[in-house]
C-alpha cells in the first residue's frame, strides 16, 4: 500500500470478481467519471461505497458530490442516507462522491449495469493492491413522519421501485479476493461469508466511536428513518422515563432491564378501532393474571396504569391501530434473580394499523416445535420463541401457521391465536384453557356466538379437547385471535377441511365480532380521547373571543364545525 494514498482504491470488484483497481486506474478513468456520470451511479435503492483512508489528492472534497455539501459523516451508511436527503431530484440517480478522505462508488454489478457508465468502462481488473475496504448497500428511502414536508429528493425517492432486499458487502481486503455477499458492515445485517481470518482483518479498520448521549440521539434519529418497514409507531410510555413520547427513536428500553436480557416480563395488547379500545380491561385481567405468575410486581396501581394506556393511546391519535404493554422485572443488574431490580416497569406502544389484509382461509401444519409447558403457555409472558419457531416452521412449508397439540396429544392452538372447530353436530367448540393461552377473542367469541345458536346456526357453544383426528373431520376450522380476528383454515397438514372452502359459521362470527368492536357494549369498548375536548375550545372561543385563535381556525376549516356545535350548545 502507498502512503501518498495512491495505491489505496475504491473498487468495483467483488461481485464480478474483476478486482479492486488501484488508484492510477481509478484516476486514469476519472475524466469520464465526471459529475453528470456519476449522477448515474446512484439510485435510492442501490448505492455502494468503497472507502479511501486517503484518497487521491486531485480528487476534491466537493468534485464528486452531487448536491449539497456533507460537512460530516459518521459512517457511509450515514453519508449515503444524507446524500440521499440532499441529492438534486432532477439528477435522480445521482449521489456518489468524495468526502473528506472517502471515496463512494458503486460496486454492486447490477447497479453498474442500470448506471451511466457503460459496464466495459468502468475499472477494471487490477491486482487490487491497497483497498481498505468496500461495502455496497440498498438504502430504503426515507420515511418521513407526519406533519413533516417531504422533502423532493425524497417524493422523488419513493416513486422508484424499492429494494427487493439489502445487499452488503463487508469489508474485505482485495488480497483476500474473497467476495462477501451481504453483511454486517458498519452494524447492519449480514448474509454470506466472511473473507478469511475473521472478516476484518487486514480490512477495514473498524473505528467505533465513541459517542456522546446527544450523538447517540442524533444516530437513533438517523437510524429510526432509514427502516424501510412502514410500521408506524406512535406514541410510547416509559415508567423509565415517566412520560409519553411520539419520536419513535426515543421508543427505548435498557439494556440492563430483565425482560431483554432474562426474558422476565409479561406483556399484552388491545385494538383500537375507530378511537375506542377493544376488551382493554380482559386484556389487562390476564395481563396482571400473567404478572403475578411471573412473580412481577405492578409498580402502578391498576387503574393509574389503566390510565397510562389510555392517555397514551390519546397522545398517538391513532384511531385504528394496537397497543402493547409490557410489565418488566425492571432495569437493574445482569443477574437472574430480579432482587437487584430497583423497581418494576411499565412500557406502552401505540402501533399504526396492521390489520389482517384479508379473512381468507389459509392452510396450517402440525407444529414440531415443542408446545410450552401449561405453566408457561398459560401465561402471556415474552419467551415466546417456541411461538417464533413454530410460525417460521409453518411459513417453510407454505403454511400459515402451525398448530400445537398438548402433552396428551389433543389439539391446543396457534403460536398467537386459538382454534376452534364446526363439528358435524353444528357445534362450536374450542378447547379448554387450562394449558393453553386464555384468549380474550375466543372468549368473547364464545359469548356472542350464542346469537347463532339462538338463530338455530349453531346447535351448541362449548369448550371441548379433540383429538387430531377429530379435528380433521369438522365441517369448520378456524383460528381466533385479536391479531387474526377469524379466519378460516381450509387445509391442515394433508387434509382438507369441510368442503375446502371458507365456512359460513366463520363468516358470522367474524362479522359478530366486527360489529361488537364497532358498536358492542360499553364494557367493552373504553373510549379515547383523540382530539381536544370540544368544549374546552368552545369556551375558549366564546368565552374569550379571541380573535387570533378565531382565524387560526377559520384558516385550519374548523370554525364552520365548532361555531355550529357552539350554537347548538347556546
Ligand atoms: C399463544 C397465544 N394464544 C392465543 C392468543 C390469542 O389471544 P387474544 O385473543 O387475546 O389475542 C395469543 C395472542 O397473542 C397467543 O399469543
Redesign the pocket.
Known amino acids: 500500500m502507498q502512503g501518498d494514498g495512491a495505491g489505496i482504491v475504491a473498487g468495483l470488484a467483488a461481485r464480478e470478481g474483476r478486482g479492486i483497481p488501484p488508484v492510477n486506474e481509478f484516476c486514469r478513468l476519472r475524466p469520464r467519471l465526471r459529475k453528470p456520470d456519476f449522477a448515474g451511479f446512484f439510485s435510492y435503492g442501490s448505492v455502494g461505497c468503497c472507502l479511501l483512508r486517503s484518497a487521491p489528492s486531485e480528487f476534491s472534497e466537493n468534485e464528486l458530490q452531487p448536491a449539497g455539501t456533507c460537512s460530516s459523516v459518521v459512517s457511509p451508511v450515514s453519508f449515503f442516507h444524507k446524500q440521499v436527503r440532499k441529492i438534486d431530484p432532477s439528477m435522480s440517480k445521482a449521489g456518489s462522491g468524495v468526502l473528506k478522505n472517502r471515496v463512494f462508488l458503486p460496486p454492486h454489478p447490477n447497479y453498474l449495469a442500470s448506471s451511466a457508465i457503460p459496464r466495459e468502462k468502468a475499472p477494471g481488473r487490477s491486482q487490487g493492491h491497497g483497498v481498505e475496504a468496500g461495502c455496497a448497500a440498498e438504502i430504503p428511502p426515507k420515511r418521513h413522519r407526519r406533519g413533516e414536508g417531504t422533502p423532493a429528493s425524497s417524493r422523488c425517492m419513493r416513486r422508484r421501485r424499492r429494494p427487493e432486499s439489502p445487499i452488503w458487502w463487508s469489508p474485505a481486503p482485495a488480497s483476500s479476493g474473497v467476495e462477501v455477499e451481504g453483511g454486517v458492515a458498519l452494524g447492519v445485517p449480514f448474509r454470506g461469508e466472511f473473507p478469511p481470518g475473521g472478516g476484518f482483518e487486514g480490512g477495514m479498520e473498524l473505528n467505533v466511536p465513541i459517542l456522546s448521549c446527544s450523538e447517540v440521539m442524533e444516530r437513533l434519529k438517523e437510524s429510526q428513518e432509514m427502516r424501510s418497514s412502514d410500521q408506524q409507531y406512535l406514541a410510547m410510555y416509559s415508567s423509565i422515563s415517566g412520560g409519553i413520547t411520539t419520536d419513535p427513536a426515543a421508543m427505548v428500553i435498557p439494556m440492563d432491564d430483565h425482560m431483554v436480557h432474562r426474558g422476565h416480563g409479561v406483556f399484552d395488547?388491545a385494538t383500537i378501532e375507530d378511537g375506542y379500545l377493544y376488551e382493554l380491561d380482559n386484556?389487562l385481567d390476564r395481563f396482571l393474571r400473567s404478572a403475578s405468575m411471573a412473580k412481577i410486581n405492578l409498580p402502578f396501581d391498576l387503574s393509574s396504569m389503566r390510565s397510562i394506556l389510555v392517555q397514551t393511546v390519546s397522545a398517538s391519535k391513532c384511531r385504528k391501530g394496537s397497543l402493547r404493554y409490557w410489565l418488566s422485572a425492571g432495569p437493574g443488574d445482569f443477574l437472574l434473580s430480579s432482587s437487584g431490580c430497583h423497581k418494576s416497569a411499565f412500557y406502552a406502544i401505540v402501533i399504526h394499523d396492521q390489520s389482517p389484509s384479508n379473512q381468507k382461509g389459509v392452510k396450517v401444519i402440525t407444529s414440531t416445535i415443542p408446545i410450552k409447558s401449561p405453566q408457561f403457555a398459560a401465561m402471556?409472558s415474552v419467551n415466546y420463541l417456541p411461538?417464533v419457531l413454530s410460525k417460521m416452521e409453518a411459513e417453510e412449508h407454505g403454511a400459515y401457521v402451525a398448530i400445537w397439540l398438548d402433552d396428551e396429544g389433543y389439539i391446543a392452538?396457534?403460536?398467537?391465536?386459538?382454534v376452534a372447530f364446526v363439528t358435524e353436530q353444528r357445534e362450536l367448540v374450542m378447547p379448554h384453557f387450562d394449558k393453553?393461552?386464555s384468549?380474550?377473542?375466543?372468549r368473547r367469541i364464545l359469548v356472542l356466538a350464542e346469537r347463532l345458536v339462538l338463530n338455530g346456526t349453531l346447535s351448541r357453544v362449548g369448550l371441548c379437547n379433540m383429538t387430531v383426528e377429530e379435528g380433521k373431520m369438522v365441517r369448520e376450522m378456524m383460528l381466533?385471535?385479536?391479531?387474526v380476528l377469524v379466519k378460516p383454515i381450509l387445509q391442515w397438514d394433508e387434509s382438507i377441511i369441510g368442503d375446502g372452502k371458507e365456512g359460513p359459521v366463520a363468516q358470522s362470527l367474524l362479522d359478530l365480532l366486527l360489529e361488537d368492536m364497532r358498536s358492542g357494549p360499553a364494557d367493552v369498548r373504553t373510549p379515547v380521547d383523540l382530539e381536544p375536548p370540544i368544549q374546552r375550545i368552545l369556551l375558549q372561543v366564546l368565552g374569550d373571543l379571541d380573535t387570533t385563535f378565531i382565524s387560526d381556525f377559520m384558516s385550519s376549516g374548523s370554525i364552520c364545525r365548532i361555531i355550529s356545535i357552539g350554537c347548538s350548545v347556546l
Open positions: 395488547t386484556h402471556k411461538n392452538e396457534g403460536p398467537n391465536m386459538n393453553i393461552l384468549g380474550c377473542t375466543a381466533i385471535g385479536s391479531g
